[in-house]
């Protein structure tokens, strides 16, 4: 860490939370046994060929990312692929529309039979087992776990202030611009509150993608819209640079409130303000029990919220 950094980041960065646990990679899940299953079924086939295969998709047709993971694709990249060859990101429609296109594509364009005819019946060692972990994405469908929690942990409190919301667009700001928004209150159209929802286990350039989304919201944003952030996720932890980026907004009150998950009750006091200054709520901020904090908070943690993250209203 940065002698540089204030008191105020460093203290933030000990309240960061666990916000995805650890699974097991042979724990059961559903996602896997159907995996499984679908492996089962392939090998079961008499021959593989385009006519078994069409067969086997219109039989099968949710089990199509396993043909995918036969040629190597995980399941954001097959969806990617179906989407310019067959305009959806869906394989079980692509399947109900032109289900031997489907199996023809794979095979033309990633070589699914010879794929199949070479790994269905082989014997695989641990070692074999550990290079696939090792190369492959097993934990992509997790990927957006973490912004999903905090995104539902933020519209909870929304809702219990009974304020009028939008989720995941852009808000129009300064001279038509329009800024990126996982939530604004009371929309977007006329937004006087966009909300920011940033989770990350895990690190890379994601990271510094929604550093640049805040950034984007601190630019286009009128004077009397107010900015806030929800930030958490311990891999901020190893991408402390992006993290000093996105405090400084805060530090330059170029942003109005930055929030880690352990200050869910400072941000619904803020908001609640915000909310009564704009005329959208009355009274004071009723009482109710504490926040839930979702995540999980490691043992070396301060929970305190840092009383500089309230807005002075």
């Avoid at 400072?266 to 004071?284: N, Y």
Wanted: glycine share 10%; proline share 3%; with cysteine.
């Amino acid at each position: 860490m940065s002698a540089s950094d204030t008191e105020a980041m460093q203290a933030y960065l000990t309240r960061l939370r666990r916000l995805t646990t650890h699974v097991a990679v042979d724990e059961a899940s559903e996602q896997a046994d159907a995996i499984v299953a679908a492996g089962a079924s392939l090998g079961e086939l008499d021959e593989v060929s385009v006519e078994s295969l069409t067969r086997w998709v219109r039989a099968r047709p949710a089990d199509v990312y396993a043909l995918g993971l036969a040629v190597g694709l995980s399941q954001e990249k097959l969806k990617n692929l179906l989407r310019v060859a067959f305009g959806t990101t869906s394989w079980v429609k692509a399947v109900a529309a032109d289900a031997r296109g489907v199996v023809v594509w794979l095979d033309e364009e990633l070589g699914l039979l010879e794929a199949l005819e070479a790994q269905r019946h082989r014997t695989y060692t641990f070692g074999d087992v550990l290079a696939a972990r090792g190369t492959s994405r097993q934990t992509a469908s997790r990927a957006g776990v973490a912004g999903k929690m905090i995104e539902d942990a933020v519209e909870q409190v929304v809702r219990d202030l009974g304020l009028p919301y939008e989720m995941r667009g852009r808000f129009v700001g300064r001279n038509g611009e329009t800024g990126p928004a996982d939530l604004a209150v009371p929309g977007f159209d006329g937004a006087l509150i966009a909300v920011a929802c940033k989770g990350f286990d895990s690190t890379g350039s994601k990271l510094t993608a929604a550093v640049t989304e805040v950034m984007d919201m601190a630019s286009v944003s009128f004077a009397h819209q107010y900015v806030l952030a929800v930030v958490d996720g311990i891999g901020w932890l190893s991408r402390q640079g992006d993290f000093r980026r996105m405090h400084a907004l805060l530090e330059q009150h170029r942003i109005d409130g930055l929030y880690a998950l352990a200050d869910l009750d400072a941000f619904r006091a803020d908001l609640h303000a915000a909310a009564v200054r704009h005329g959208l709520l009355e009274g004071p901020l009723p009482d109710g029990p504490g926040v839930s904090v979702p995540g999980e908070a490691l043992a070396a943690r301060v929970e305190e919220p840092d009383a500089q993250l309230h807005l002075d209203l």
